[in-house]
């Protein structure tokens, strides 16, 4: 089941709730997430395989192609589109749009956000969506207030094909503890820092040790200049620190273990527009 949507209207704070744990790195910028992340939730009869994707941007450089390419894929796997918008905007993207009006692949539109609006508007964006994709279900939804997220956790059961799970009933995503230590440092880059340089960042793990009573992580992050490599460090280390101090705490949080973690910052010169760099960060369907 497939997730998609503009930036910034809620997809991963969904697909959270809805998971009941938090696996995409959430802040107010657009385009924090980059990459398909997978959460499964298991039930005595069912298996929900969720998949939150980036939002539909018109791509810039090649990282933002690869992003639509991952977009791409879940126009064309999914069992059931959820389509995420918000009380106040409607899909930019017509292309996207008619695929999901073209396919025969059902769908739930969400209208998320609704606790920043009024009963008419609300009313007006359901009367909106329905004309736009008659055979949709259309919900209104407050993901962050938990609002009507159990109704869409119930018709995603209605509408799921019966089917063999997928994964191991005990398996929570496909993701590796060390693409989660990575988006939870990208995550705070993009919460600390203004302007261009969270969009200018890539997150690598160099090292993950784990041991007794703490592990040892080293993640490397990478910059396109110089100057965004100050900006990151800060006047006399405090930026760094800060931004190693509070992604330590997630860290913990989300191992539940303690960590010593290492952050070091690499220049590699426009990096969003390297085929190279890009499949090395993980920026292919493959992955």
């Not at 933002?64 to 879940?74: C, L, P």
């Not at 005990?170 to 302007?195: A, H, W």
């Not at 041991?211 to 100050?230: H, T, Y």
Request: charged letters at 25%.
């Amino acid at each position: 089941m497939n997730i998609i949507g503009n930036p910034n209207v809620g997809k991963s704070t969904l697909m959270n709730a809805l998971v009941g744990e938090k696996l995409s790195i959430i802040t107010s910028k657009a385009q924090t997430t980059r990459k398909r992340v997978m959460g499964i939730v298991n039930g005595d009869d069912f298996q929900i395989v969720y998949t939150d994707t980036p939002g539909i941007v018109n791509p810039h450089n090649k990282l933002h192609e690869q992003m639509m390419g991952f977009v791409g894929t879940a126009l064309q796997d999914a069992d059931l589109f959820l389509l995420v918008t918000e009380v106040g905007e409607s899909l930019k993207n017509r292309h996207v749009l008619e695929k999901v009006i073209n396919s025969d692949t059902p769908v739930i539109l969400v209208i998320n956000k609704i606790d920043t609006s009024d009963q008419a508007t609300i009313s007006d964006k359901i009367a909106y969506w329905q004309e736009q994709i008659p055979r949709a279900v259309v919900v209104p939804c407050s993901a962050t207030e938990g609002f009507n997220v159990d109704k869409i956790f119930d018709l995603i059961l209605e509408r799921l094909p019966e089917h063999p799970a997928y994964f191991p009933k005990d398996e929570l995503t496909d993701r590796t503890m060390r693409f989660f230590v990575s988006e939870i440092v990208r995550e705070k880059i993009l919460l600390f820092y203004q302007k261009e340089i969270p969009y200018s960042c890539e997150v690598a793990v160099e090292s993950y040790e784990e041991r007794d009573g703490i592990d040892n992580i080293s993640c490397l992050i990478f910059v396109e200049r110089e100057s965004q490599k100050a900006i990151l460090i800060g006047h006399q280390g405090k930026a760094i620190k800060k931004l190693g101090i509070e992604a330590r705490k997630d860290i913990e949080e989300f191992t539940g273990k303690r960590c010593f973690l290492s952050l070091h910052i690499k220049v590699l010169k426009d990096w969003r527009n390297s085929d190279r760099a890009l499949k090395s960060f993980g920026y292919s369907l493959e992955d």
